[in-house]
T-cell receptor, first 111, second 114 residues
Framework: EDQVTQSPEALRLQEGESSSLNCSYTVSGLRGLFWYRQDPGKGPEFLFTLYSAGEEKEKERLKATLTKKESFLHITAPKPEDSATYLCAVQATSGTYKYIFGTGTRLKVLA | NAGVMQNPRHLVRRRGQEARLRCSPMKGHSHVYWYRQLPEEGLKFMVYLQKENIIDESGMPKERFSAEFPKEGPSILRIQQVVRGDSAAYFC????????????FGPGTRLTVL
């Protein structure tokens, strides 16, 4: 069964303290892996699409990487405004258009 | 360019009533997705629609739930004979289809079933 597991569930960082969030996935064939950010009470906001192992994408303080089994979202020198829940999702090549989401990592960055 | 709009933002229904959730995609977007989110759980895919067509409904419960995206007007997620377990946040997202995964989410409808 296709599934996505994110760790840690929650993470507290001091402002400027870099860290990484993990997304492990099991899928029959990967069409794409996606990262989103969700603020409380709002819908998710798209960040990145990664298609194949070795690929990297960057946006401001965020950098996403992909291997054959997992993806990392690296946060460099985070600021309090980076506090949010970060969601990882995959879509398989098995003929479905379903997006399978993990339960997210709740990030809190302290000033 | 207005974002994805959903209404109502909050909906309260008694058991057995019908809930009708509306989603207006971003201008120019012809792809719509519906998701359900329960507290402490991830987003669960329900259905993917294009104008006048249901493309993938593999995440929809077999009974009581239906979705449509007519040629004109918003996409509708309809839940008949609601039960307490239907209480959740329902999000829709729209896409142009040009970039895989690039979905623009609405603010959600929070359904409470009494």
């Amino acid at each position: 069964e296709d599934q996505v597991t994110q760790s840690p569930e929650a993470l507290r960082l001091q402002e400027g303290e870099s860290s990484s969030l993990n997304c492990s996935y099991t899928v029959s064939g990967l069409r794409g892996l996606f990262w989103y950010r969700q603020d409380p009470g709002k819908g998710p906001e798209f960040l990145f699409t990664l298609y194949s192992a070795g690929e990297e994408k960057e946006k401001e303080r965020l950098k996403a990487t992909l291997t054959k089994k997992e993806s990392f979202l690296h946060i460099t020198a985070p600021k309090p405004e980076d506090s949010a829940t970060y969601l990882c999702a995959v879509q398989a090549t098995s003929g479905t258009y379903k997006y399978i989401f993990g339960t997210g990592t709740r990030l809190k960055v302290l000033a | 360019n207005a974002g994805v709009m959903q209404n109502p933002r909050h909906l309260v229904r008694r058991r057995g009533q019908e809930a009708r959730l509306r989603c207006s995609p971003m201008k120019g977007h012809s792809h719509v997705y519906w998701y359900r989110q329960l507290p402490e759980e991830g987003l669960k895919f329900m259905v993917y629609l294009q104008k006048e067509n249901i493309i993938d409904e593999s995440g929809m419960p077999k009974e009581r739930f239906s979705a449509e995206f007519p040629k004109e007007g918003p996409s509708i997620l309809r839940i008949q004979q609601v039960v307490r377990g239907d209480s959740a946040a329902y999000f829709c997202a729209s896409s142009s289809g040009r970039v895989l995964g690039e979905q623009f989410f609405g603010p959600g409808t929070r359904l409470t079933v009494l």
